[in-house]
């Protein structure tokens, strides 16, 4: 009986795993992933320029619908992004003093608003050449030259940076690919493809990079950790495994409670049933 359910593909094996994950939350929480998403802009700071909406943080404004950016002179006004998504930037605190690596940064919202802190240095990496090319398109317009010269564009499998580099990085950030929910829903043609081993699968990547990430961060700095995935395999088990794997290599570091969001054994979730925005998880790191 075991074997069999974990054979279960499709829309019921993904009802099934998600209404045990959310007991007595999963119907709310399946119609708040389909319905419509929310964005902030993260306006250009390297601009001068009149804000819109209401301020949710320095440059972070939220409005009900916003324009497609557009042009200011050779930059581009802002970025429209999840509110969730910028957290993990925030979460990083950047300055500039750091040496910063985004691990898997393509299309590029996280990178640009780390160059917002002007770090000393940013290497951007992805594996994928199409959406790296998108990430410089996105920095082409919306940074000065000067900043633009700070950034180091890498095509890596970032699973294996830890086997060339050690303790060389101040700040780390991992956004790992994931299940992302979300997409599944809203793409049918996907769901019967989706299963309960695709999200462990996953788990044992996002682990992989994870443990290259705590790999190449100097002692005293820090590693943050975020997905858009609902499934605790991708979130709070990655660190559990990760806490067993690198023992003594790092603490888990609090995160304070944003409005809308949920303390989760090492992070902080947001839901879009009990928030405008998300999903999204997010986990910090001290390098030991
Ligand atoms: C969630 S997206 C990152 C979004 C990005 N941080 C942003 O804010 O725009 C995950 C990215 O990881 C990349 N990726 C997947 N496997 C990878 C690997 N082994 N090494 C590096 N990048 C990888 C994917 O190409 C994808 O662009």
Redesign the pocket.
Known sequence: MKKSMKRLKGEDAFDQFYSKLYPGRWDELKRALLSEKNYVAYYNPYLVQDYEGEKKSSHLYEKKEWDAPSFIGELKNYYLLDYA?TLPVKALEVNSHDTVI??????????LMIMGHNPLSLVC????HQ?LQRLKKTMQDYLPTEQREKITYTK????KWGLFEKNVYSKT?L????SSERHFLEKKELMQDWSEGRSRRLAM?QFS?LAAAIDITQSGGSVVYS??SISHWENDEVIRKALKKREGKFEVLPLSLEDESERTEFGIQFLPDKSKFGPFYLCKLRIC
């Open positions: 998504s985004d691990l898997c940064a393509a299309p590029g919202g996280k990178s990496n992805d594996l994928s959406r890596r499998d970032a699973s950030l956004d790992a690919p994931c990547l990079l997905t858009c």
